[in-house]
């Protein structure tokens, strides 16, 4: 079965620069989150979109944006990287339209950034 | 307030022993549900087991069931017949609001990493 699909898998950046993730979610999902996780830390919650719209925002830098476009992809820009932006950045996807597992939410394998 | 509790911060099990993972919680939301993912040291975030505030029985996949106890607000993770590809981290995870129309975010606990032993 297709999973969420997240490129690219490991960025280095310097500090100041840029840094764009991909997310491509469940065929037939329609909301789609983005994580950041520290080292050592749980999973934070930085964003969500349900059917392209941004639905809920959670700990997300004034630095980053995102949004999900026509084909249900997103990304997240990142700007002005922080040492501190290290950490690992996953996207996931559910379904609203599904009843069985509570629409659970799947991950994707993560975007590693480094920040130098 | 910690919405997700998981007090165990490590934990070790031989193999093919049964090992639960503690994980309590705390909502005022009369429809939420539980997750539980696995992490391994690769980084990916898989999901285990899910369990519905209104579902009467606990919930079972393969060798992962929750021991959900709602009036103590707790969803026990119990693995049975532990393998050496069971070490990963385990994170209790909760989603606040119904199962269906809903789009909200997922409230992680702060893990328990497991290591099995021979």
Redesign the interface.
Same mark, same amino acid.
């Given at each position: 079965a297709a999973g969420v699909i997240q490129s690219p898998r490991h960025l280095i950046k310097e500090k100041r620069e840029t840094a764009t993730l991909k997310c491509y979610p469940i065929p037939r999902h329609d909301t789609v989150y983005w994580y950041q996780q520290g080292p050592g830390q749980d999973p934070q919650f930085l964003i969500s979109f349900y059917e392209k719209m941004q639905s809920d925002k959670g700990s997300i830098p004034d630095r980053f944006s995102a949004q999900q476009f026509s084909d249900y992809h997103s990304e997240l820009n990142m700007s002005s990287l922080e040492l501190g932006d290290s950490a690992l950045y996953f996207c996931a996807s559910s379904s609203t339209r599904t009843g069985s597992s509570g629409n659970t939410i799947y991950f994707g394998e993560g975007s590693w950034l480094t920040v130098v | 307030a910690q919405k997700i509790t998981q007090t165990q911060p490590g934990m070790f099990v031989q193999e093919k022993e049964a090992v639960t993972l503690d994980c309590t919680y705390d909502t005022s939301d009369p429809s939420y549900?539980l997750?539980w993912?696995k992490q391994p040291s690769s $980084?990916?975030?898989?999901?285990l087991i899910?369990q $519905?505030s209104y579902d009467q029985q606990n919930a079972t996949e393969g060798r992962y069931s929750l021991n959900f106890q709602k009036a103590r607000k707790s969803a026990n993770l119990v693995i049975s017949a532990s393998q050496l590809g069971d070490s990963a981290m385990y994170?209790c995870a909760m989603?606040e609001g119904p199962? /269906? $129309? /809903?789009?909200?975010?997922? /409230?992680?606990? /702060?893990?328990t990493r497991l290591q099995v032993t021979l």
């Open positions: - | 549900g997750f993912y $980084g990916e975030m898989i999901f899910y $519905g994170f989603r199962n /269906t $129309g /809903t789009a909200s975010k997922l /409230t992680f606990g /702060t893990g």
